[in-house]
């Protein structure tokens, strides 16, 4: 427990660090995932940060290719979960999906555009953005994010990062547990 307590502290994102961060992982997977996926031509996911809010991201797709992803500036992010976080809420994860949607045949379908918590598309929908990382980055995800984070100032032990992954796996899905029961 020491050494974890250690460790996120050492992994901790610079508060005046975190946008430059979240923007330039959200570049970096569009890069990515653009031509692999067929992204529409002009899609765009705008952030904003936040404070005092009781989740740690939030996506909501605005319509036309474009969505906001609303990050807890507050909720004491590390570096080694960012690059997992931002592939959930936009490449490949939520935003993708829903440009997909909008953009695919069955682009007429209005009920699509809606989503109704504790639903099975709900379920569907969180469990492919929460492979979202792995399906674009494979097991070396965090050297990569390493990379990118490097770039912006904001230093993540890519390697530990990655050896550490599968066993927090465990906590984030007791904490999408404990989400659903709430």
């Given at each position: 427990?020491?050494?974890?307590?250690a460790?996120?502290?050492?992994?901790?994102?610079?508060p005046?660090?975190?946008?430059?961060?979240?923007?330039?992982?959200?570049?970096?997977l569009?890069?990515?995932?653009?031509?692999?996926?067929?992204?529409?031509?002009?899609?765009?996911?705008?952030?904003?940060?936040?404070?005092?809010?009781?989740?740690?991201?939030?996506?909501?797709?605005?319509?036309?290719?474009?969505?906001?992803?609303?990050?807890?500036?507050?909720?004491?992010l590390?570096?080694?979960?960012?690059?997992?976080?931002?592939?959930?809420?936009?490449?490949?994860?939520?935003?993708?999906?829903?440009?997909?949607?909008?953009?695919?045949?069955?682009?007429?379908?209005?009920?699509?555009?809606?989503?109704?918590?504790?639903?099975?598309?709900?379920?569907?929908?969180?469990?492919?953005?929460?492979?979202?990382?792995?399906?674009?980055?494979?097991?070396?995800?965090?050297?990569?994010a390493?990379?990118?984070?490097?770039?912006v100032?904001?230093?993540?032990?890519?390697?530990l990062?990655?050896?550490?992954?599968?066993?927090?796996?465990?906590?984030?899905?007791?904490?999408?547990?404990?989400?659903?029961?709430?």
């Open positions: 427990a020491e050494r974890l307590v460790h996120r502290l050492r992994d901790a994102v610079a005046g660090r975190l946008a430059d961060a979240v923007e330039s992982l959200t570049a970096a569009r890069h990515r995932v653009a031509g692999r996926y067929g992204l529409p031509p002009g899609d765009v996911v705008e952030h904003r940060l936040l404070h005092n809010v009781p989740w740690r991201a939030l996506h909501t797709y605005s319509g036309g290719h474009r969505s906001i992803v609303r990050i807890n500036a507050g909720a004491g590390r570096a080694g979960q960012l690059a997992r976080l931002v592939a959930h809420e936009t490449y490949p994860g939520h935003h993708t999906e829903c440009s997909r949607a909008e953009a695919g045949p069955a682009r007429d379908r209005v009920e699509l555009g809606l989503s109704v918590l504790g639903t099975p598309h709900t379920v569907v929908s969180e469990g492919m953005a929460e492979s979202a990382l792995d399906t674009v980055m494979g097991a070396e995800w965090g050297r990569w390493s990379q990118v984070l490097g770039g100032g904001v230093p993540l032990d890519g390697e990062a990655e050896r550490l992954d599968p066993v927090l796996a465990t906590l984030r899905r007791a904490r999408l547990d404990a989400a659903l029961l709430l």
